[in-house]
């Protein structure tokens, strides 16, 4: 008898239930489709429901392949996710990074805080940055790198060239990567801090640099780049307790006593004109001295290792452009562009390092975007909206760079002069722009031009193969390559 009154008002409940639910459902997906501040950005309909496409792209390191594929559908301007856009125009670089300062980096950034701590980097406060970002912009002037950095340079690099010559007469193979990223650690760290990290140290051409298990668990997290660092804090402590990494313990503590080791010095009164000392003679405290220089380490090892190793992988695949170097060297045409500097550029521009978008927030005033390729139709976005170009887009856009995939570093340069157009400067972004670009984009590139004129000089290349022919980056972040994929080379005898 109580199921036959039980079992109408279960019924009725259940039914009650589902149409509430549906009902939310459309409203939801009416709102989305016509009500919401984005409701007129092209996109797909799942990515105006939801971020979990974006957050899953994140993850699996397809973020920029899918957003090109969006492009070539809806056109310049599309919709990541509800909150989140994403623009495939260089005309679009100056309102959102340049002008008047820029937009602000979006909170996600703060998923790279170290320890709770906020580094130059990570951000998004214009004032905090300021304080940092002032007191050590000197070390990264041309001028001064070009001056008190070129004998620590030109010491690594001749470190770079000595263990290729090892590995050709010794065990015939090297892989690119972990030397790349040797010398990056040891220039920045030699010219930044004043003391070598010591990545050539007892390297005997086949174990892996001590540094890399710390930069690789940095760089695996770039898969979280826009989960929330509080999140990520658990995940981790998770992680930890599920997974230790002997590896990663050991690798962490050597990063540590390093840096320790240069605060205490820099407290003492040396390290003169480090970065380090002068963080800490501005008033910043020494436990967050310590996080700026690991994350220097961090930025200085993974990013400019990626661009060398495969700059270098490339001019194996292509040794005409190490012979044409050479001839440079010797008695190359004079212009305002070389060939150096055109490899270089190149290598910046296939290497892709930090392919993604880098989102910035809509100021409170709104902002209109009018694509440069002309057409009548502009968007409003509104504010709070997070806003962002990848190099990935633009690096790869055939127009602006035909056949995209090759790397020729002749598309920059002929006879010495530059025959870049104004789209091909425009749409370097290796480095990002504006106000938070890059603070270190000078030694990167003076890193480069060293040890590209170095390894020019020396013929060490020669004979050289490259062990996998192709490789494949993962849309992280900072790239990396994916599975099945090295930057081995190989000299046969
Ligand atoms: C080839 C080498 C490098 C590449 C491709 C690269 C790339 C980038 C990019 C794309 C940004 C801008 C991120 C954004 O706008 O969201 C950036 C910022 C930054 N990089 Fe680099 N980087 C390189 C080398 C270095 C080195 C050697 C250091 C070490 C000192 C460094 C330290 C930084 C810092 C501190 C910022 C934050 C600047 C700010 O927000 O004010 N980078 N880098």
């Known amino acids: 008898m109580l199921d036959g009154v039980l079992q109408p008002l279960i019924a009725n ?39 979990i496409p974006l957050l899953v792209s ?33 005309g679009a670089i100056a309102p959102i990074y340049v002008e008047k ?74 892989d690119l990567i972990d030397l790349a990223r040797r010398y990056s650690l040891d220039a920045m760290s030699g010219y930044v801090f004043g003391k070598r990290y010591g990545a050539f140290t007892d390297y005997t051409g086949t174990e892996t640099l001590s540094a890399t298990p710390y930069v690789n668990f940095i760089q695996a997290f770039t898969r979280f780049f826009l989960v ?13 307790s599920v997974y230790p990494n002997q590896e990663f313990e050991t690798s962490t503590e050597k990063v540590t006593s390093y840096v320790q080791s240069l605060v205490d010095e820099a407290k003492q009164g040396g390290g003169k004109d480090t970065f380090q000392k002068r963080l800490l003679d501005v008033g910043i405290s020494e436990a967050e001295t310590m996080v700026q220089c690991e994350d220097a380490i961090f930025a200085g090892t993974d990013a400019p290792g990626t661009t060398l190793g495969l700059l270098v ?27 150096l500097r055109a490899t270089v550029q190149e290598g910046n521009r296939t290497s892709l390092a930090n392919p993604v978008r880098l989102p910035r927030i809509v100021p409170p005033q709104g902002w209109t975007y009018t694509p440069s390729a002309g057409g009548k139709k502009s968007y ?8 962002g170009i990848s190099a990935y887009s633009l690096h790869l856009n055939e127009t602006t760079f035909p056949s995209p995939h090759e790397f020729n570093p002749r598309r920059w340069v002929e006879n010495g002069q530059s025959i870049a157009t104004r789209e091909m400067n425009r749409d370097l972004f290796a480095f990002g722009a504006g106000s938070r670009q890059c603070i270190a984009q000078n030694l990167a590139m003076e890193e480069m031009f060293v040890v590209i004129r170095r390894l020019a000089e020396s013929e060490v290349l020669t004979g050289a193969q490259v062990v996998c022919e192709e490789v494949r980056l993962g849309e992280w972040f900072n790239t990396r390559l994916r599975d099945g994929c090295n930057l081995k080379i190989r000299w046969t005898v």
């Open 228 to 240: 929330p660092n509080w999140i990520l804090g658990y995940l981790l402590a998770f992680l930890g």
């Open 380 to 387: 409003h976005v509104p504010a709070g909206t997070a806003v």
């Open 313 to 339: 992988w490339n001019l194996v695949k292509q040794p005409e452009y190490i012979r044409g170097l050479r001839h440079e060297l010797t008695d190359g045409p004079m212009g305002n562009m070389s060939l």
């Open 58 to 90: 994140n993850y699996r390191g397809t973020e920029s392949s899918q957003a090109a594929s969006l492009h070539a559908k809806y056109g310049p301007i599309v919709l990541l996710g509800p909150n989140d856009v994403h623009i495939n125009d260089g």
């Open 13 to 51: 409940a259940t039914s009650s239930i589902v149409i509430l639910s549906l009902t939310l459902l459309l409203a939801y997906l009416c709102y989305a489709l016509f009500s919401h501040p984005l409701s007129h950005i092209p996109g797909p309909l799942h990515r105006r429901l939801s971020s």
């Open 101 to 174: 300062g820029g937009f602000r980096k979006a909170p996600y950034y703060h998923s790279t805080d170290i320890d709770g701590l906020q580094t130059i980097f990570s951000t998004t406060d214009p004032e905090y940055r300021a304080v940092r970002a002032k007191a050590v912009a000197p070390i990264f002037a041309t001028s001064k790198i070009q001056s008190d950095g070129a004998r620590i340079l030109h010491d690594c690099a001749d470190d770079f060239v000595a263990a290729l010559k090892k590995a050709k007469n010794g065990v015939h193979e090297i």
